[in-house]
């Protein structure tokens, strides 16, 4: 009788930071361009660096409402001021005549001479037929005055190219009097979905669906996922399990798009259509990382049409809470460097908070644990009972994941890494 063969040793687990270090090498930021409204521009990346033609604010101007005066003419509390002129803004105002203060609105420019404001509410009007008002406090030079260029200088780079607009740089962009920006092209993304036991939603009503089938949730949360990250996404639906149906899926993606993203059929012994008709297209990479959830994942690339062309490919996981951490940790730095974003700026998580843990984590994972959590009212972090790769309830449960080192157990009142779902998805 033959001994049985020697099992094959299985690769090592590779580690998010080295799978995130990986794919971003394997990607180059996408080298169309296209100008949009600055109103249209949020969460699209510049394609050039903004110079600012101007100085902002363009003179020195009131940050309150009350009077600008010379503070040499006031010399202790209760001075009185004759008010010789009302400036609002938008209005410019006459040089301010010795010994007398400007009734001046927030935003107004400072006329000339005068070098502080007191607020409104530091002053008493004066009774009478005269104009004027006591001055209740001594005022110091430059207070409640902003100053011209403050903000920005003339001829600074106020933004720079590969910056991710945000709504304060879109305004930071008007007040520069711009109102078209140039940007880097969106991404094209194709998702679809493989599997005969993949339902629609609608399609089938509960009570009537067959044994063994599920409905598709992962389209519903990735197409939201890669919108959300500024990508046109073309879905083309559930693709049969038949290998014809497959190929013809991927060719038609690669040639019209920038990325291929799937879920399911990536694990190590699964049988499927997706891994064989890639490598039949491209080229497949099948990686082990070494977190939970999340382990499976796939790139690879799918030849287009034009010689030397590919479109990239990536295979998410199959269960949802993997599929949905793993395109938080590695698909979004992935699209931001195709979409502009310089890799100095990329990082696999945003900067954690410390929290205190208000449960325990007994027994360690020999992986990296990204765990779901919800911020109590007591300044700590509840942990979600079902912690399974299959419970998409933890992930709209939590407000964010405790990020756990592997091997490593956690107990109650522990400091934890806390990263919130809020800054994933910004």
């Keep these: 009788m033959n001994a049985p063969k020697p099992a094959a040793a299985r690769a090592p687990l590779m580690s998010l930071v080295d799978a995130m270090h990986d794919l971003l090498n394997r990607v180059q930021a996408l ?63 006459h040089a301010l005549e010795p010994g007398t203060c400007a009734r001046i609105f927030t935003g107004a420019p400072m006329p000339a001479g005068a070098d502080a404001v007191v607020m409104q509410e530091d002053t008493v009007e004066v009774g009478g037929d005269i104009h004027a008002v006591h001055i209740q406090a001594v005022p110091e030079v430059g207070q409640w005055v902003r100053r011209a260029g403050e903000d920005v200088t003339r001829g600074a780079v106020v933004l720079a190219r590969g910056e991710r607009l945000s709504p304060a740089s879109l305004g930071l962009a008007a007040s520069l009097g711009l109102s078209h920006l140039s940007v880097l092209a969106r991404p094209r993304v194709a998702l679809f979905s493989t599997g005969d036991e993949l339902v629609m939603p609608g399609d089938v009503p509960p009570e009537a669906m067959k044994p063994g089938a599920i409905y598709n949730s992962n389209r519903f949360f990735l197409r939201a996922l890669l919108q959300r990250m500024g990508c046109e996404v073309s879905d083309l639906g559930i693709v049969p399990d038949r290998r014809e149906a497959t190929l013809a899926a991927l060719k038609t993606a690669a040639d019209h798009h920038d990325l291929i993203l799937t879920s399911g059929g990536v694990s190590v012994g699964e049988e499927d259509h997706i891994k064989p008709s890639v490598q039949a297209l491209g080229s497949l990479d099948l990686w082990q990382i070494g977190m939970k959830p999340g382990k499976p994942f796939a790139y690879g690339t799918v030849r287009r049409d034009t ?45 954690a908070t410390s929290l205190p843990a208000h449960f325990t984590v007994a027994r360690a994972d020999k992986r990296r644990e990204f765990l779901r959590v919800r911020r109590n009212a007591a300044g700590g972090l509840d942990l979600f009972p079902n912690q399974s790769s299959g419970v998409l309830t933890s992930a709209v449960w939590g407000d964010g994941l405790v990020d756990n080192p592997a091997g490593t157990t956690i107990a109650q009142g522990d400091l934890v890494s806390y990263i919130s779902f809020a800054d994933l998805l910004a």
Excluded: W
């Excluded at 050039?48 to 003179?59: G, I």
């Excluded at 938080?328 to 998580?349: M, T």
């Design 307 to 351: 010689p030397g062309a590919a479109c990239h490919f990536i295979g998410l996981p199959g269960n949802p809470v993997s599929s949905f951490v793993t395109f938080l940790l590695l698909v979004r730095p992935f699209l931001l460097k195709l979409q502009g974003v310089p890799a100095s700026r990329l990082q696999a998580l945003p900067p």
């Design 31 to 93: 080298s169309a361009t296209e100008t949009v409204a600055t109103f249209d521009a949020d969460r699209r990346v510049l394609a050039q660096d903004l110079t600012s033609a101007l100085q902002v604010p363009p003179n020195d101007n009131s940050s309150m409402d009350g009077y600008a005066l010379r503070v040499a003419d006031v010399t202790e509390a209760g001075t009185v001021l004759r008010v010789s002129q009302r400036i609002a803004a938008g209005h410019a105002g």
